[in-house]
C-alpha cells in the first residue's frame, strides 16, 4: 500500500512529539519527585536538629519532651466534640522520639526504624522507612555526640510518605491522560500544516502533468518567498527552457541536414535522369557525371562532418598524441595566399590530423571572407604546456549579435550567401569540438569591417 508523503509527514511528526513529550514526562516526574521528597528529608533533618538542640538546652524529659508526644500542631483541633485527627493522617511532622544508648532510657518510646538506630550508633545519620497504623512512614534519625566524639543518643523524626505517593500519582496520572490529547491534537494540526505546505507542490505536480515537448516554453508556477521550493522550481524552469533550447536545435539540426543533403542528392538524381537518355551529346553527359560526382563529393563531407560532430558530442573523439614539429605540420594546412608564423623547431604534444583540420577549417573560413586584396595570418607560439594559436584576418568581419551563436551548427551570419561561398555552417562547430578534444578552447573576436581573430589556447 502506497502511503502518501502527507501522511508520512505527519505520522514521523507526531511520533517524534510523543517521544519528546514521553521524555518531558519523564523528567517531569522525576524532577517533582525529587522536589517533594526533598522537601521531606528537609523537614525530617530541620525537626531533628531544633529537637536536638531543645533536648541539649532543657533536656529529654520536661514540658517539651515525651510527655507531649502525639500532640497536634494548633489549628488542628477540629470542632468541638468532634475526633482530633492525627498528624500522620493529616501528612504531618510526627512527634520526634529519642533514645539515650548509654543507659538504655527510651522513655517507652519504639522506635519507627528499629535498623537506623544500629547505623547511628557509629555516629552517622541515616534516612530509613517505618511505619505506624498501617501507614508508610519516611524516618531520619541524628545521632548525639559528646565533645569526645561518643553517641549516647539518638533523635528519629518521621513523616508520613501516603501524601507525597499520593501527589506524585496524581502528577503520574496528569501526564498519561495528557499526553493522548497532546499527541491528537499535534496529529491534526501536522495534518492541516502538511496540507498547506505541500500544496504548492500539488500546483507544481498539476502544471506539470500538462507540460509534453510541445509546449516545454511553459514555465511552472512560481510560489515565491525564497524558500527551497521556490528554489526548486526556479531550477526546474532553468531545466524545461534548457530542454526547449535542446529540442529546438535538435529539430533545427535535423532540418538543417535534411536541407543540406537534399541539394545534393537532386543534383544526383538530375545527373542520373539525363544520363538515361540515349541521345545525351558527350559534353552534357561529361558535365552531369561530373555535376554528380561534385555533389556526391558534398555529400560524403556533410555525411562525414555530422558523424565527427555526433562523436564528438559523445565523448568518443579518439586523440591520439604525439610530438609534432608545428611548422611542418601547419604547412599543408595554411595555403596562400595566408602566412604562417612559427618558430621553425617548435614541437608540441597533440593529435596531428586534428590540429591540421582545426587549422585548415580556421584558415579556410577566414580565406573566404576576406577580399583577395586583404591579409589571413596564421602565428603558433607555445607557453609551456600550452600551445596557442591565432589566425586573423582584415575580412567583413562578424556583427556582435552574431558572434554568440557562431560554433552552431549550420549558423550562418551571411544568410545572403550561397552555400557555394559559405559551405554548410558546420565548420566552426567542427573547430569548436576539435579544441575541446584537444583539453582547449577556441575564442572569436571581430570587428565589422575590419576583421576577425579566433584563438585557440590548446593543452
Not at 573547430?431 to 565589422?448: F, N, R
Amino acid at each position: 500500500m502506497r502511503i502518501s508523503v502527507r501522511t508520512r509527514l505527519t505520522i514521523g511528526s507526531v511520533s517524534l512529539l510523543a517521544l519528546a513529550l514521553l521524555a518531558f514526562a519523564g523528567a517531569t516526574r522525576f524532577v517533582v519527585g525529587r522536589v517533594l521528597w526533598g522537601r521531606l528529608d528537609e523537614m525530617l533533618i530541620q525537626q531533628a536538629k531544633h529537637d536536638a538542640e531543645r533536648m541539649a538546652r532543657r533536656g529529654p524529659t520536661g514540658p517539651d519532651g515525651p510527655a507531649g508526644q502525639g500532640r497536634p500542631p494548633r489549628g488542628f483541633d477540629g470542632p468541638p466534640g468532634a475526633p482530633r485527627p492525627r498528624p500522620a493522617e493529616l501528612g504531618l511532622l510526627l512527634q520526634p522520639r529519642h533514645w539515650n544508648f548509654d543507659n538504655d532510657d527510651t522513655d517507652g518510646q519504639t522506635p519507627w526504624s528499629t535498623a537506623s538506630l544500629g547505623t547511628v550508633k557509629t555516629g552517622i545519620a541515616v534516612f530509613g522507612k517505618g511505619e505506624e497504623d498501617g501507614m508508610e512512614l519516611r524516618t531520619y534519625t541524628l545521632p548525639l555526640t559528646d565533645p569526645e566524639g561518643h553517641t549516647h543518643s539518638a533523635v528519629q523524626t518521621a513523616i508520613p510518605t501516603g501524601p507525597t505517593e499520593a501527589a506524585l500519582a496524581s502528577v503520574t496520572y496528569s501526564l498519561v491522560l495528557l499526553l493522548p490529547v497532546l499527541c491528537l491534537v499535534a496529529g491534526l494540526g501536522g495534518l492541516w500544516l502538511t496540507s498547506r505546505a505541500l500544496a504548492p507542490i500539488r500546483q507544481l505536480t498539476e502544471a506539470a502533468s500538462h507540460i509534453e515537448a510541445e509546449n516545454l516554453a511553459e514555465n511552472l508556477p512560481e510560489p515565491g518567498g525564497g524558500d527551497e521550493l521556490d528554489q526548486l522550481t526556479k531550477m526546474l524552469n532553468r531545466s524545461l527552457s534548457q530542454l526547449n533550447d535542446a529540442f529546438t536545435r535538435q529539430k533545427q539540426f535535423t532540418s538543417h541536414a535534411s536541407h543540406e543533403l537534399r541539394t545534393p542528392l537532386a543534383t544526383i538524381k538530375t545527373a542520373l535522369g539525363l544520363l538515361r537518355r540515349s541521345d545525351l551529346p558527350p559534353a552534357l553527359r561529361d558535365e552531369a557525371i561530373a555535376s554528380a560526382d561534385d555533389a556526391t563529393d558534398r555529400a560524403n563531407r556533410l555525411v562525414g562532418d555530422l558523424l565527427f560532430l555526433a562523436r564528438s558530442q559523445k565523448g568518443v573523439l579518439p586523440v591520439r598524441r604525439t610530438e609534432v614539429r608545428l611548422a611542418e605540420a601547419l604547412r599543408a594546412a595554411v595555403p596562400a595566399p595566408a602566412t604562417l608564423e612559427v618558430f621553425p623547431t617548435l614541437t608540441f604534444a597533440t593529435d596531428r590530423d586534428l590540429l591540421v583540420r582545426l587549422v585548415s577549417n580556421l584558415v579556410s573560413n577566414a580565406l573566404r571572407h576576406t577580399p583577395p586584396e586583404g591579409k589571413v595570418a596564421v602565428h603558433a607560439t607555445r607557453d609551456g604546456t600550452t600551445l596557442v594559436l591565432t589566425v586573423s584576418d582584415t575580412g567583413c568581419g562578424i556583427a556582435p549579435e552574431h558572434l554568440e551563436k557562431l560554433g552552431q551548427p549550420f549558423f550562418r551570419p551571411d544568410t545572403a550567401r550561397t552555400r557555394d561561398d559559405g559551405g554548410a555552417g558546420l565548420g566552426l562547430s567542427i573547430c569548436h569540438a576539435i579544441a575541446a578534444a584537444l583539453g582547449g578552447t577556441l575564442t572569436i573576436q571581430s570587428t565589422p569591417g575590419k576583421g576577425t581573430t579566433v584563438t585557440a589556447t590548446l593543452h
